[in-house]
Nanobody
């Protein structure tokens, strides 16, 4: 399976970030795929944001839950991440990841800079 993230690149503080993950080579509704969003901030490690399962159920990091939403379009085989009230510390490379049993598949990531 291949994943490709895309997004605006630059977002102003307090605005909403919208990212897309286009999936090929596998269906996002196939059991038991789990589709995660993860980010890596400068100088920090990886931070898990949340996932949407093959069933459509979602789960979020408690620290980001209040301003994050993960959704999908089955017909387009595409995943979405929305994060509102952005802050400069949300600047990061955002990754989409598929987990299928014990296999992980990563996208190349997309850099999002939060700055005025």
């Amino acid at each position: 399976v291949q994943l490709q993230e895309s997004g605006p690149g630059l977002v102003k503080p307090s605005q909403t970030l919208s990212l897309t993950c286009t999936v090929s080579g596998g269906s996002i509704t196939t059991n038991p795929y789990y589709w995660s969003w993860i980010r890596q901030t400068p100088g920090k490690g990886l931070e898990w944001i949340g996932y949407i399962a093959y069933s459509g159920s979602t789960y979020y990091s408690p620290s980001l839950k209040s301003r994050t939403s993960i959704s999908r379009d089955n017909a387009k085989n595409t995943l979405y991440l929305e994060m509102n009230s952005l802050k400069p510390e949300d600047t990061a490379v955002y990754y989409c990841k598929a987990t299928y049993y014990r296999m992980d598949y990563w996208g190349k990531g997309t850099l999002v800079t939060v700055s005025s």
